[in-house]
Every structure is written in C-alpha cells, then in structure tokens.
C-alpha cells in the first residue's frame, strides 16, 4: 500500500469535529477506498480547552493555522475555518503555494476568489476540492465537474440554503408569520444568532456562484447575483400560493441568456407539480438541466456535522488517489468571463399581492398601470370585506419583462388606495 | 496539450449513435474538460448500411468488433454490445488484457461476471467504467465510489427500470390494466417487442447487483436477487394501493441485514410522502443512506440515446484524465463474499388483496390462518356486492416475517371460498 495521506485541519468547529470523527469510524475502509491509509497528522483551532468529543491524541496541536499551510509533514490542508477573507483565504493561498493540497467548505471564499484561487491550484498542479462548500453531503460539484462532463448546462436550480427552507415550510406547515418562526428556528438551533448570511440569501447566493462556476465554466462572479431574501414573504403569501398552486421556495438560479449569464436568488413561486416543490425543512437540492443528459435532480441534506463530513473526506479520497479536475470543469486560463444579464432583462411571469382599501375604482386604477406596461393579467382574486378596510388582492401575470413588471409596481405602490408596499414574487416553470 | 484519447466503439445502435453525437457536437468542450482531445478512431457494428445519421468519416470501420480489442491505435474500447456473455464479454477481456481501458453500458455482463471483471482490470492497471449502465444519465456509479465514499452505506433503492415504471404510472393515471398498457408502451417504443427483461425486473435485477457490488463493496451477485416482475399488479390494487396513502412501484432494494445482503426487485408499496413514490413515467431515482450523509436521492431519464451517452462520455473524461477508482469501491482483491439473506428471512409488512365468494364466514376464516402464523391485521378492507358473486378483500399486515407470511397465503389460497390466487405486495416504509 502507498504512504499515508497526511492531513491537517484548520478549525474544529462542527464540520472540522465531524472530519476527525469520520476519518477515526471508517479508518479501515477508507484505507481500502482510498488506496492508502488517511492519516490526521495536525489540527489547528482557536481554542484547545474546548469540549468536542473527539479523540485526538497523537494529533499535533498547531497555535497559529497558517503553520499547517508550511508543515513539511503535510500532503494536505482542510480548511474549515470559514469567511471570505482573512485567515482563511490567506490559508488557502499559503498551503497552495507550498505544495499543498487543499480541500475547504468556505463558500464564501470560494465565491469572492474562486477564479484566482482555481489559477493558483493550477499553476502549482495541486488539488483544490470544495464539495462540502455546496449543499452539504450532496455530491454536486463532482456531479458537475465529472458526472454531468458531457453536457452543456442550459440552467441550474436549487434549494441552497436549509434554513430558509426549514423557515418557509414551517410557516406553511403551521401558518405562523416569518419572525415567530425565526425565531423558534434560532431558539432550536436550525438559524443562527444573527440570521442575516440565510434570510436575506447571501449564503445562498456564494452557493449559486460557486455552482455557476462549476456547471458553465465560467469566472466565478459573486456579484453578478441578484439577491433577495425571505424576510417579506408573509404567511398570507403562502396561503395565496397554494391556492394558485405554487409553493413558495427560496431557490437559486442560473442559466445562459441571450444578455448573458443570470444569477438569482430570491423566493419563487414553484408549481406543486415541480418535484423541487416538495423539498422540505432543511433539505437541499439542485436541478441540472444538460442538453444530453436532460433534467437531473440532485437531494439531501444541506447542511449539519455528518453531511458536510462526508463531502470532505469524499475530497480526501479523490486527493488520495490523484484524482485530479480543474476546480470549475475548465483550465482556469479558460475561464469564460461572461457578462452579467441585467436583471431588468430577465422575463417570467409574477405573482403580486397587494393591500388596498376596499372602494370602487382601485381595480381599475391597478389594471390601468399594468395596461400601459403593456403587462397582461393571467388571474386576479380579490377577497371580501375586512373590518379595518383593507383587503388583498392578488394577481397573477403572464410572462413579462422585469422592467416593465418594477415600474409598473412603483407606480402601483403610489395609488391612493394601495396600503403597504406591493409583495412582488416571480414565478418560475420548469 | 496531451495526445488525444483514442477511442474504439463497439456497438451502433441508439446508444452509439449517441455517443458519436455527443462527441462530435462537443469537441471543443470535451478537449478542454478531458485535458485533450477525445478522438473516435475506429468503430464496429453489425450493419454498415444501417441508416443511422451520424457522420463517420475518417473513422476506420471494423468488420469484427474483436479486432477493436487489439488494435494498437486505440486507448480505450466502448463496448455497446449486450448481453452477458458471448462478443460482449469476450471483447472486455480481450481488450483489458491488451492493456485497454474499457467503458461499458452492459449491466447483465457486470450483473454475472462484474467481480471477474474488476479482478482483470486492476491486474492490468486498466480503468472498467460503467456508468451507463446504471439508470442512464444519473451519475450514480461515481456517486457510490467517490461523491459518498466516506459513508458506510445502510441501504439503498430505486426506480431502475423506466418501462415498468412508464407502466405502472400510465395504469394508475388511465386506471387501464397491464396488458393493454403494455401493448400501448410497445407501440410507442418504450417497451420491446419482448418485454420480459423489463417487466419481469431482470434488468432492474442486473442493475440492482451492480450497484449493491458498488454500495457494500462486496462481489457481484446477480443470483442472489430475489426477483418479481409487475405481470401481476392489476390496476384494482393499483387503486386500492392510492386508498390506502401508497402508490405502487417496482423497486430494487439492497440492505445489510444480520443475515446478510438482502437484495430484491418487486413491486412495493410506497407511502406517498415518500419522495421516491413521485418519480413518475420513464424516470428513474435512486435512494441511498449512509451513516454520515443521511438519504440521498438522485433523479433522472434512466435510459436513451443523450443520458445514456451522457454517462459514457463521463466514464470517457475519466479515462482521458487517468481518474480511476476500483470498479466496485475497493480493490477486486478485497470484495467481500457476503452471504444472501434468505427472502424467507425478510421482515416487513404486506399487502393481500383476495377474490372472495361473498359469504358468511369467509374472513374469519382468512383471519384463522392470519392469527395461527401470529401475523397481526392493521387494517382491512372489504367491498360491497358484485354480480359475480366475488368480491376484493384487501389487508394490510403489521411487520412479520416472509416466511410465515407465505405459509399463510398458501393456505389462504386453498380456502374454498378464495376465488383467484392471493395477490401479496410488500409494503416498504423509509
């Protein structure tokens, strides 16, 4: 059997915890897998005192991260330290440069300085492997990269960010407005402390980046996402979106368009039939439509020790065996600088509720500003009396252009007799 | 730029024709995702007069797809063949033994001489790839033995067969019975003119081994399958199956169990909150749940021309980067022989529907011999009248053991007042 492979780990938070425990459970088999044994060499975490449950005597202790980056005694370096610059990046840069090679789930990272960290693994014919940085255990980089090879993606989809997911079905589930169940979700343990990185879809969005990255073959352009979150889907939203049959998602988008690449996130109103519909609670999934293989979809969990454990050492084997990929499917000198497709460009149909004060004349004033937008209504329901005067109503458009459909709601949101600020939700058809 | 991957395909018909496609139309992406060129230099079929609306100048045309096995310009042999031994089987031996990497879309050869197979190509240092050979374009081989290899898999199951599965959606949507829409199937081309390989679960048999050979790491054993076709779902238990929250499919399943690997193919009850019970017409899924990343699923067309050459050129990427992993997981050397668990050793709960003379009595007497092989009723089910005098009785069981369920049903059949042979389907919760 060949040498071991010898393995540093840069953070021992949850993932980094689960990393040791796996690479301790399945030593043996991942010897066989692997084709020599993976050994944990040295670890490096802000705190040493910490409570973790893992075994790791006759592990190097290392103060400084960075000193993983030039250990002679290192073939590679897993970083999981996490955010898009600082210790991390300059980790990744540094153990790239001596030789290493490196295996992350920093999304981030990846999403601001993909193309350059990609250059740099190339330059020094090392291993940059990011698996764990998307969707948790869910093999979809290598599925893009290697399973799917063969195609030209036409559009990509999912579910990216599990709490999102968790929140919107749980105000579904239960019919509770947006900050209850946030906040039940950060009391268990399913959102952070400060939401903000998941409910206004920045994580998702360095997920879409990174996977447009990987299924175009394209410079990885974290700009070039248009991003909202969740925070103003209300449960009266959702109530009107399985009415109409839809389900609301927080989905990432990317495709090829005439104007360009288009990258979004930001909740969709999904038919009930589009098997994505029915993703639940914190689960992931990504839909890959390639001109040969048609439409594949991808499922699991999205986030959590075990998942994000598995793509890692998924990594660890394939450097174990020399299994080598550019790290978005091309030679990073023939990374396609796409231009960005304006999201005023992009054309699909769109939901829009809105407030209104209960009077003769509103419906007509509304369907005058969409007339002029040249915008045509496919259905519009309009409930009964309410005590304080206002009522919703909904509508449902044809396929328009998103100009037309944002300066048609400005000059909606002005009528006298429209309350709150028009709720606007694309519709998306596969 | 590396030389090109020299590449011989044996083999065209809707499979091979594809891949010349594929190849041709995504030359230029193929070079720069493969490291160089993927270049189809010679090829072999049955008829040369054929109409098959690909372009094959400049390609050397071989009378005997053999000499494709020893031809010393070619890099690597596609054998599109078929069938588990004769040409077939001859040719992969011939070309591993002449230093040939070989990718396959044969799933009855690797079903019956897999291990013998993988044991040749690792004695040569030779890549054995099949992808193609697994549910079309789902990447699920690469899934198994890298994208979930740090994973100790507990079980796996899916829709592998996308004629029966075509079948059994169109019966349950048109309420029509097998025959018919199986007659229907064949002239719309998705069933063959013989269809038993299909509808009587051989080919999801073959399927099922490979991927049990990939998922456990243990030799491939076709024989160990326990196999039953859909010939017998009526479109009565169909209907009985949506009342009682269950569709119907026809899956293969592989587990672990104490008595050893339990591999079966059979029509099942699938809860309908079950993702996989919505995988509907010529799609196939897999389900697979490993002790670290939790269930997975993956999703797609499981046969024709663009999945299918989708996954050989994926298998063809890997060859030209030198990406190899041992056929089924680990090296040949190290498959373990594991035992069959006996079907009669199976534990789970059943379905029963009988045709009954309606008279006093005759429940009773099904419950008698229920209650003597201690089998527990959850729920049953009994219709009203009918001019024939016989009427549907439907039980479901609660979790009992295959054996006594089967001593059961062979008395049931013999009660006097038992019309047509018991109908049993397995019910499978997830």
Chains 1, 2 share one sequence.
């Not at 990504?286 to 040969?292: L, M, R, S």
């Not at 709601?409 to 709720?423: F, H, N, Y």
Request: charged content about 25%; glycine content about 10%.
């Amino acid at each position: 059997m060949k040498p071991p492979l010898r393995i540093g780990i840069a953070g021992l938070g949850t993932v980094g915890a689960g990393v040791v425990k796996l690479l301790a459970e399945h030593g043996r088999l991942l010897s066989l897998r692997g084709g020599r044994p993976l050994k944990l060499v040295a670890v490096s975490a802000r705190s040493k005192a910490k409570k973790r449950d893992i075994d790791l005597r006759g592990v190097r202790w290392e103060k400084d991260p960075l000193a993983l980056a030039e250990a002679s005694d290192l073939d590679v370096v897993i970083e999981l330290i996490g955010g898009s610059g600082g210790i991390a990046r300059q980790l990744v840069r540094k153990a790239l440069a001596s030789g290493k090679h490196v295996v992350t789930a920093n999304k981030a990272l990846l999403a601001m300085h993909g193309t350059e960290l990609a250059e740099l693994s190339e330059k020094k014919g090392r291993i940059l492997a990011f698996e764990a940085a998307v969707a948790g255990g869910i093999p979809i980089i290598k599925a893009l990269r290697e399973g799917l090879v063969g195609n030209k993606v036409s559009r990509l989809y999912g579910i990216l960010n599990g709490t999102c997911n968790y929140i919107l079905t749980t105000m579904r589930e239960t019919g509770r407005d947006f900050d209850v169940v946030l906040a039940e979700a950060q009391a268990a343990g399913y959102a952070e402390a400060d939401p903000s990185f998941d409910v206004d879809g920045i994580d998702a969005a360095h997920k879409l980046a990174v996977l447009t990255g990987a299924a175009f073959g394209c410079q990885v352009n974290f700009e070039g996402v248009h991003v909202e979150g969740i925070r103003r889907v209300t449960s009266m939203d959702i109530q009107f979106a399985e009415e109409l049959g839809y389900r609301i998602k927080l989905l990432g988008l990317a495709r090829e368009t005439r104007y360009g690449i288009e990258q979004r996130v930001h909740p969709c109103m999904v038919p009930l039939e589009a098997p994505i519909a029915h993703i639940e609670g914190v689960f992931n999934a990504v839909v890959v439509e390639g001109d040969f293989v048609g439409t594949t979809m991808f499922q699991g969990r999205g986030a959590g020790q075990g998942p994000t454990a598995s793509a890692v050492v998924a990594d660890l084997v394939d450097v174990a065996r020399g299994r080598d990929m550019p790290a978005f499917v091309v030679p990073a000198a023939q990374l396609a600088a796409k231009k960005v497709a304006p999201i005023g460009r992009h054309v699909g149909a769109y939901y829009m509720r809105l407030m209104v004060q209960d009077r003769p004349g509103v419906i007509a004033a509304i369907s005058g500003v969409l007339a002029k937008e040249r915008i045509s209504v496919e259905s519009m329901l309009q409930r009964g009396r309410s005590q304080s005067g206002e009522v919703p109503v909904v509508l449902t458009t044809h396929e328009t252009e998103e100009a037309a459909m944002q300066r048609a709601v400005a000059r909606i949101a002005k009528l006298r007799a429209v309350a709150a600020e028009p709720c606007l939700i694309r519709i998306e058809t596969f």
